[in-house]
């Protein structure tokens, strides 16, 4: 080889390695056997080469490892370290000491990675005893690192012995040989001090080593220097000594920073960014994000692979502060820049990074509601990593596929989503890794879910009984958390396909399981098991047991700060007070919603407020049935003082019940204008809710405020807020809004009826029959069912009998069928009516049929209102029917 191929080989394994470049991979591998023979061939033409040819050998080696070990070839990585051994394990040369012991301690590395502990040890104990002695930097530096990881061997604590009495022994030699070995032992006993949690040892023997090194201008001791004095700021508690902390961390960037050797530079950077945690620490955004962009300028080009590392979290870090910061244009780029700089990169702790950066710009897409961006990236990151060997990569990837499922699912995707959440169970459901654990935890609940969603009970079942059985016994809080929701949901799903046995005993075993959990996410499930299960008794009537439950939940979580559970002991609470109702003990359901109010009065948990509201309306009702309305009147503005600010739409309902259910209370005083104020203030407070409970109400406040008006004799006021009303609610999809809609065109037309303006009033009752002469609700079908026989009334009046008795054979069809008593009242006058009409135009046949028509439907009713009617028709049968007896009967 020429001086000029040379330079050019040297170059070449000096360059980054890009895993994606398998034509730069195979230009190494052919380097290798290129190089041996120039060396076999060098004593024949320059001895001076080989020696400097050997480390080029010995580097390409090194760097065929890393970049097999990147593209997940473990085999050929550990191929690459034994050619490296093998061929210079016994070469005199200090310098090629340094790689052989490199490779071993790589080796070890590898065969622990792949759980070969036996060869792990031995490798290491090889390393030990080959270089313990040496004088090359890097070969100590393995020793170090090995002795360090065998600590808790019987032969690791044997080493840790022999270099303490070494230090012992030789601590103040003269001998530089002696010293350098000295203050490699120093450096090993205080990192496994570290490891051992003995910090008073572990800093005795940091300072002693500083004590005798701290100046020296060797390159070797600067290293040791250096790891020093960064390990004693890393040993620093930011809580406590937050400004000693940093100094220390400046101590070594000002000892170090124009040093060239990438160890030591290594200590720079990691000082450096740990100096830009201590602004983030204060809150000081500018400096931090000034310390990060330094770090980056300075070092970017570094090949040092733990500079390159401290580079990438530095720029993942700047990121998140601009995040942090709300700046999420330059959060993208600088992702997208840490991205581009590392994506081939063959260092690990690197290629963790850009995994992490991938994951956080899909997130920021997110943030930015660019879902197809979000998608692409997902994608992109699973894509690139999907075959890593690195764990904490694969953490990112199991992550990213969780999060392109519910991405799918979002987009309404069903098959991918189901797709892609079962690719993650099964890529990665073994996997030890505690957060791949999670992610694999959350789509095997997320599928369960899906299955619900396209009714698939059979495999909701099969896949919650999957997840509970696979992680029933994990420590992990997170998937605790799952497998409490799997088991609540399974319960539910046994009591949806009608087995409530099995749901009892589902819910059961939630308790039994997780009863003395502290995770608060499961807590909430055991009470949520709790309250199902009280449920549940009450459903099959057994009453005693369901209080049981109720009285069980309350005093388990009675103290709880959770809220979840909160909510859940605040509902049991008030269902106890309505079973004591149920059982006829009115002190008890008294004491118990008294209990219940003053337990979480101040609370500011929506669900919890709820019951609170309740539990008071409740309370005034019970002063109400105790004959108390002064008790009652307190007690309603009570809660409306407390709750009349509420965002909860639950809490609202309740506050507007209590407003109508306090005018009311005026109203049977005697109170009317304290009974209009209030109504007032209760259509003002809530006229533009879209809760369909406080729609509710306020439909019945104008309703009751137009009767004011009515009582009142105020025609013009009443007709305004009945039409106030109609127009406010009529295309309302809630029922009991509707019923108050029909009442108020019922009661409109009335309104008409009595002001002489019949064609007004027709008009009105047309309306109403059209708009609600299909409901099933009962409310509006008697007021449907009025208006249409109010309606036939009004053609009679009008002398109009043909449309009379289309009218009233209209409402017969509608509503003969009806189950409710207030249409069949209607009816009954219907075919009563229908009757009479026949009569009196002479045909008598088919009235008579309607007579016997009216006894067969309603004879058997006991409804004292339609026993008349067929009481009537009964005697029509047998006695000529006289037409005045239908004056008997007029709306």
């Known amino acids: 080889m020429t001086p000029n191929e040379l330079q050019q080989a040297h170059e070449l394994i000096e360059s980054e390695i890009n895993i994606r470049d398998d034509a730069g991979l195979l230009q190494h591998i052919e380097l290798v056997p290129h190089l041996v023979q120039h060396i076999q061939l060098a004593p024949h033409l320059n001895p001076q080469e080989e020696p400097a040819v050997q480390p080029l050998i010995a580097k390409t080696l090194l760097k065929l490892a890393r970049w097999f070990d990147a593209k997940g070839e473990p085999e050929q990585e550990i191929a690459q370290y034994q050619a490296l051994i093998a061929r210079f394990e016994h070469s005199p040369d200090d310098v090629m000491q340094g790689f052989v012991a490199q490779a071993m301690f790589r080796l070890a590395i590898a065969y622990y990675e792949r759980g070969r502990e036996e060869e792990e040890h031995a490798q290491y104990q090889i390393l030990i005893e080959r270089f313990e002695k040496s004088p090359d930097r890097d070969a100590q530096a393995m020793v170090t690192k090995a002795v360090c990881n065998m600590a808790g061997s019987d032969y690791g604590q044997q080493k840790i012995t022999e270099r303490r009495d070494f230090i012992e022994r030789f601590e103040h030699s003269t001998d530089k040989a002696v010293q350098m070995l000295v203050a490699h032992a120093m450096f090993t006993m205080a990192f496994c001090c570290y490891i051992q949690d003995q910090e008073e040892q572990e800093m005795a023997y940091y300072h002693s080593l500083l004590r005798h090194h701290q100046d020296s201008a060797d390159v070797t001791l600067q290293r040791l220097v250096a790891k020093t004095l960064f390990n004693l700021a890393n040993r620093l508690e930011f809580q406590q000594f937050p400004d000693k902390k940093v100094t ?127 998608t692409e990236q997902l994608r992109t990151l699973i894509g690139r990593f999907q075959d890593s060997m690195v764990e904490a990569v694969q953490v990112e990837v199991a992550k990213a596929m969780y999060r392109l499922a519910c991405t799918y699912d979002a987009q309404g995707l069903t098959e991918q989503d189901t797709e892609q959440q079962r690719t993650l169970i099964e890529r990665f459901q073994y996997f030890p890794n505690e957060e791949i654990q999670i992610s694999v ?52 799903t046994y009591d949806a396909q009608g087995l409530p046995e099995q749901g009892k005993e589902q819910l059961r075993t939630l308790i039994g399981h997780f009863q003395d959990s502290t995770v608060e996410g499961v807590q909430v499930r055991v009470a949520k098991a709790m309250y199902s299960l009280a449920l549940t008794y009450d459903a099959q009537g057994l009453l005693e047991q ?101 965002e909860y739409e639950g809490v609202q309902v309740q506050v507007a019940k209590a407003m109508l259910s306090l005018a009311l209370t005026y109203d049977a005083q005697g109170l009317p204008e304290q009974e209009t104020e209030q109504l007032h203030t209760l259509i003002a407070r809530f006229q533009d809710s879209s809760v369909e409970g406080v729609q509710v109400e306020i439909a019945k406040a104008m309703l009751n405020l137009a009767c004011t008006y009515d009582a009142q004799e105020l025609s013009e006021q009443e007709k305004k807020q009945l039409r106030s009303l109609i127009a406010r609610f009529q295309d309302s999809e809630f029922g009991g809004v509707q019923v108050q809609v029909a009442k108020a065109m019922y009661n409109l037309a009335c309104t008409y009826r009595a002001q002489k303006l019949p064609e007004q009033q027709k008009e009105q009752l047309r309306t109403l029959v059209e708009r609600f002469v299909d409901s099933e609700l009962e409310g509006v079908q008697v007021q449907a069912a009025q208006a249409m026989f109010s309606l036939a009334n009004s053609y009679d009046a009008q002398g109009l009998p043909e449309q009379e008795t289309e009218q009233l054979c209209s409402l017969i069809a509608r509503f003969q069928d009806s189950e409710f008593e207030g249409v069949q009242v209607q009816v009954a006058a219907a075919m009563h009516n229908l009757a009479l009409t026949y009569d009196d135009q002479g045909k008598t046949e088919l009235g008579t049929v309607q007579y016997r028509s009216l006894i067969a439907r309603f004879q058997d009713l006991q409804v004292e209102e339609i026993q008349e009617y067929v009481d009537h028709a009964k005697s029509k049968v047998s006695v000529p029917a006289k037409s005045w007896l239908k004056k008997l009967f007029r709306w």
């Open 248 to 374: 220390q961390y400046q101590a070594v960037v000002e000892r170090f920073q124009d040093s060239t050797d990438p160890v030591i530079q290594s200590c720079v950077t990691s000082a450096l960014l740990n100096f830009s945690f201590w602004y983030d620490f204060q809150g000081m955004p500018e400096p931090e994000i000034a310390q990060y962009q330094t770090l980056i300028q300075r070092f970017s080009g570094s090949a040092d692979a733990e500079v390159q590392g401290d580079v990438a979290k530095a720029m993942l870090h700047l990121a998140i502060t601009y995040k942090d910061h709300g700046l999420p244009e330059r959060e993208t780029e600088q992702l997208r820049t840490l991205i581009g700089r590392f994506q081939d990169s063959a260092v690990r702790d690197v290629q963790v990074l850009v995994a992490q950066a991938m994951y956080n710009l899909a997130l920021s897409y997110d943030a930015q509601e660019l879902l197809a961006r979000e």
């Open 441 to 492: 935890a959350n789509a095997m609940y997320n599928l369960a879910c899906t299955y619900d969603a396209q009714e698939l009970p059979v495999q909701e079942i099969e896949q919650l009984r999957t997840l509970i059985e696979r992680f029933e016994d994990s420590w992990i809080g997170e998937i605790q958390i799952l497998v409490a929701r799997a088991m609540y949901s399974l319960a539910l």
């Open 546 to 646: 369901k209080t049981e439950q109720q009285l069980t939940l309350i005093e388990r979580f009675r103290d709880s700060t959770v809220e979840g559970v909160q909510i859940e002991v605040a509902k049991a609470m008030y269902s106890l007070a309505c079973t004591y109702d149920a059982w006829g003990l009115p002190e008890r359901k008294t004491e118990q919603l008294r209990t219940l109010i003053v337990r979480f009065q101040d609370s500011t948990v929506g669900g919890v407020q709820v019951e609170v509201a309740q539990a008071m309306y409740n309370l005034a009702y019970t002063y109400d049935a105790h004959g108390l309305p002064e008790q009652k009147k307190e007690q309603l503005r009570n809660l409306i003082e407390r709750f009349e600010d509420s």
